[in-house]
Nanobody, 118 residues
Framework: RLVESGGGLVQPGGSVRLSCTAS????????IGWFRQAPGLEREWISC?????FYADSVKGRFAVSRDFTENAAYLQMNNLKPEDTGVYFC????????????????WGQGTQVTVSS
């Protein structure tokens, strides 16, 4: 089971780092994806990492995904946050490769809320 943490309220232009850890499992052999979901909208892919990172255009240059194999964890560093980045952020894993479709991921966390507001 995956667990996200690190969300909260942040001002526009601020930064937040989200963590994703695996409880009772090993995600070191899987691709890790990050998604977000704003109220009333579909879940949106924003990043993934196997060995190399990939980003949606909306976050490229502002977000950075990483993973720590010794800690069995992944991180999403979010900088220069904008109000439109507000949403619930999820991490998920897939054994396949980096995909943008949520249906390709088989294990999900419960999500962590990030609110960007002044």
């Amino acid at each position: 089971r995956l667990v996200e943490s690190g969300g909260g309220l942040v001002q526009p232009g601020g930064s937040v780092r989200l963590s994703c850890t695996a409880s009772g499992g090993n995600m070191n052999y899987k691709i890790i994806g990050w998604f977000r979901q704003a109220p009333g909208l579909e879940r949106e892919w924003i990043s993934c990492i196997g060995v190399d990172p990939f980003y949606a255009d909306s976050v490229k240059g502002r977000f950075a995904v990483s993973r720590d194999f010794t800690e069995n964890a992944a991180y999403l560093q979010m900088n220069n946050l904008k109000p439109e980045d507000t949403g619930v952020y999820f991490c998920a894993t897939t054994p396949v490769d980096c995909r943008q479709s949520p249906s390709m991921y088989d294990d999900w966390g419960q999500g962590t809320q990030v609110t960007v507001s002044s």
